[in-house]
């Protein structure tokens, strides 16, 4: 079993929809999560990060976390196209190792 | 403005040569990391460094070397061992945040063929 797992899509969401990306990892002990956006060719950039159960929003970001499941998901509201990405999940493993899913391809349709 | 400089852009190597991909940093950040991502795939770690002339590998380590003896500058040598090399090679730093987590900045990254 990989250590962090997505869908690696792609996801196709319509303009104004919802989109909806999930991630699960293995290690129950971690603590730190993260969401980073990658565009195609460049370098991924952080958009969200959560360390408690629940939910946390910023904007039309929210990162959902449920740590009994393994489970932490990015809600974008309002899709526009300028949101069509690949999407990584990070998560902290050990003091200073962060371990990446393989991402999810993001396309909003206008 | 504070930030991490990968350079080459590009570079193209032939077989059994070995190459060099700098990573400098101003941010004043303690940790640095390499990350090697293939097509349609995550990142994996090559190797990081949490202070000045001490690194670890990561999960690919075999094929690279790598030195930290400013805590500004953190070079990845690709060798002739590493058998399969084209890929893009992220270089990142981070410092400890009050969470206590560590928040990773990348720089452009370095994106190397072999020919």
Redesign the interface.
Known sequence: QKEVEQNSGPLSVPEGAIASLNCTYSDRGSQSFFWYRQYSGKSPELIMSIYSNGDKEDGRFTAQLNKASQYVSLLIRDSQPSDSATYLCAVKAGAQKLVFGQGTRLTINP | DGGITQSPKYLFRKEGQNVTLSCEQNLNHD?M?W?RQDP??????IY?S?IVNDFQK?DIAEGYSVSREKKESFPLTVTSAQKNPTAFY?CAS?TRQP???????????SRLTVL
């Open positions: 940790a990391y990350y349609g795939q995550g990142l994996r770690l990081y949490q990561g992220l981070s969470s206590g987590a560590n928040v990773l900045t990348f720089g452009a990254g």
